[in-house]
């Protein structure tokens, strides 16, 4: 079964660019969307088709995909930023998660 | 507003079935597939499965097929997940989510608050 690989934790200081990637085999060939969950929450779509950021998610947050890796990057990142961040593909009608980043603004 | 509306928390024993539910409003149900996520305490997002409410055609991921199932009640615009016996494993908070977009470029735009499900002897 198709697996996408997170690191499981990143740590950012306020103001500076966070990246958080996401893997897996020829992902760039598949559009991949992010996932942002704060705690007791449910989760949020803060961006889509690789790149492009839903209606009321700040422009801060940007998307690439390429090769066999996706990047969530979150430039200027807030302390309101601070939760875990899922990437989501998928392979043959199936959905797949990554097992999830949780970023902490320090 | 679009929102979807789920069902509250249930605490069931092991061997009980269960089935919870999620209503759509704010939209037309029948255009937008709905799917299930699993989160296990403390753990990530797991994709279950999900359901085309027009025609009620599902898939499921592998993990999960044959252990739960997904139906529709599109005249009421509400999607089920039901189990017929639970275990103690099955403890988790379950979301529904709306899928928009195509094909190739599926999103979950719309989740639900979650329904929380404890299996406890």
């Known amino acids: 079964s198709y697996e996408l690989t997170q690191p499981p934790s990143v740590s950012v200081s306020p103001g500076q660019t966070a990246s958080i990637t996401c893997s897996g085999d020829?992902?760039?060939?598949?559009?991949a969307c992010w996932y942002q969950q704060k705690p007791g929450q449910s989760p949020v779509l803060v961006i889509y088709?690789?790149?492009k950021r839903p209606s009321g998610i700040p422009e801060r947050f940007s998307g690439s995909n390429s090769g066999n890796t996706a990047t969530l990057t979150i430039s200027g990142t807030q302390a309101m930023d601070e939760a875990a961040y899922y990437c989501?593909?998928?392979?043959?009608?199936?959905?797949?998660f990554g097992g999830g980043t949780k970023l902490t603004v320090l | 507003e679009v929102q979807l509306v789920q069902s509250g928390a249930e605490v069931k024993k092991p061997g009980e079935s269960l089935r919870i539910s999620c209503e759509g409003s704010?939209?037309?149900?029948?255009?937008?597939?709905i799917t299930w996520v699993r989160q296990m305490p403390g753990k990530g997002l797991e994709w279950m499965g999900r359901?085309?409410?027009?025609?009620?055609?599902?898939n499921y991921s592998p993990s999960f097929q044959g252990h739960v199932t997904i139906s529709a009640d599109k005249s009421i615009s509400t999607a089920y997940l039901q189990w017929s016996s639970l275990k103690a494993s099955d403890t988790a908070i379950y979301y529904c989510?709306?899928?928009?977009?195509?094909?190739?470029?599926?999103?979950?735009?719309?989740w639900g608050k979650g329904t929380t499900v404890t299996v406890s002897s």
């Open positions: 020829k992902l760039g060939d598949k559009y």
């Open positions: 989510a709306r899928i928009s977009g195509s094909s190739l470029d599926y999103y979950m735009d719309v």
């Open positions: 359901i085309d409410p027009i025609d009620s055609y599902t």
């Open positions: 088709q690789n790149h």
């Open positions: 989501q593909a998928w392979d043959s009608n199936t959905g797949v």
């Open positions: 704010g939209y037309t149900f029948t255009i937008y597939w």
